[in-house]
């Protein structure tokens, strides 16, 4: 007796599809200091700020989270990758942080400067971010403070911070970048309140 082919075909091809998934891209973004936790000094009132565009190492210049799997040593999540890129996240983070901690809405991302006429610019060099789940993230940065015209240094600080990855799974690793970036706001927006006192 023939069976018929079709039915089983198709039964072999739905079979097929409910066994092998394809490995889906999962998508990230930064995330900035929640509003109940920033705890803002008083209103830094004399600055203006434009925030630059953040230069990253080689190594961190693509879609891809890296980890670190031991020192030197990188590798790339393929199926885990930044939603906008990591440069223009870490600078939208830094406009929503420092806008938060200085208690000012003139704060701003490359290029509107001129639209809130910025009295200073901040630069961003990062020279190591990595880590990994269960580990520990490090931020490696070199910063400056700039008058736009003329771009004469206010202030230059080179700033090595870490905090511990709370998990084993790439959120805890997303998370972990949060917070590594929340301290690196406040280091900058203290150093700024300074500044603003000083009336450099």
Request: charged fraction near 20%; aromatic fraction near 2%; include cysteine.
């Amino acid at each position: 007796m023939t069976r018929p082919v079709l039915p089983l075909l198709f039964t072999a091809l739905a079979a097929g599809i409910g066994c092998s998934r394809p490995n889906l891209e999962v998508l990230h973004t930064l995330s900035p200091i929640s509003a109940g936790v920033a705890k803002p000094d008083p209103p830094v009132a004399s600055i203006a700020l434009e925030v630059m565009p953040v230069r990253l190492p080689d190594t961190l210049q693509r879609p891809q989270l890296v980890t670190e799997i031991r020192p030197g040593v990188l590798s790339l999540l393929e199926t885990h990758r930044w939603g906008n890129g990591l440069d223009k996240d870490i600078q939208r983070v830094l406009v929503e942080n420092l806008s938060l901690l200085m208690a000012r809405d003139q704060v701003v991302a490359y290029p509107y400067g001129d639209r809130i006429k910025a009295t200073h610019r901040l630069e961003l060099n990062v020279d190591r971010l990595d880590g990994r789940p269960g580990g520990t993230l490090t931020l490696q940065a070199t910063w400056m403070v700039t008058r736009p015209q003329g771009g004469q240094a206010l202030l230059l600080r080179r700033t090595t911070l870490q905090r511990p990855v709370q998990g084993q799974d790439v959120e805890a690793l997303v998370a972990a970048h949060n917070l590594i970036l929340g301290d690196l706001s406040r280091e900058i927006a203290a150093e700024l309140g300074t500044l603003a006192g000083g009336r450099r």
